[in-house]
Nanobody
Framework: QVQLVESGGGLVQAGGSLRLSCAAS????????VGWFRQAPGKEREFVAT?????????NYADSVKGRFTISRDNARNTVYLQMNGLKDEDTGVYYC????????????WGQGTQVTVSR
């Protein structure tokens, strides 16, 4: 059974930094694309960043976080990170990681989320 556990959320002042982690219990973790998503209060969940599978590890970001957030993966540790710098109050929300296998359309497995709150 696939399990994803996010950690690293918290309360931070605007301009500050946080690093989120997503630990996966997947035997073939390196074969999965991993994405970070977030949901602000009263809003729909939105894409934040993704990192490709295997050694490709190419990345994509939402325009709203480009230049401030960095996604990376450590396949040896079955973990993906989201380094968030220059946080703004609009970055507040619950952050989720999710995974999907190569060749599939939807993210099949999701974590429970971790709260990020940015104060002015």
């Amino acid at each position: 059974q696939v399990q994803l556990v996010e950690s690293g959320g918290g309360l931070v002042q605007a301009g500050g930094s946080l690093r989120l982690s997503c630990a996966a219990s997947i035997r073939t973790f390196s074969s999965y694309r991993v994405g970070w998503f977030r949901q602000a209060p009263g809003k729909e969940r939105e894409f934040v960043a993704t990192v490709a599978s295997w050694s490709d590890a190419s990345t994509n970001y939402a325009d709203s976080v480009k230049g401030r957030f960095t996604i990376s993966r450590d396949n040896a540790r079955n973990t993906v990170y989201l380094q968030m710098n220059g946080l703004k109050d609009e970055d507040t929300g619950v952050y989720y990681c999710a995974v999907k296998q190569l060749g599939t359309t939807d993210y099949a497995y999701w974590g429970q989320g971790t709260q990020v709150t940015v104060s002015r």
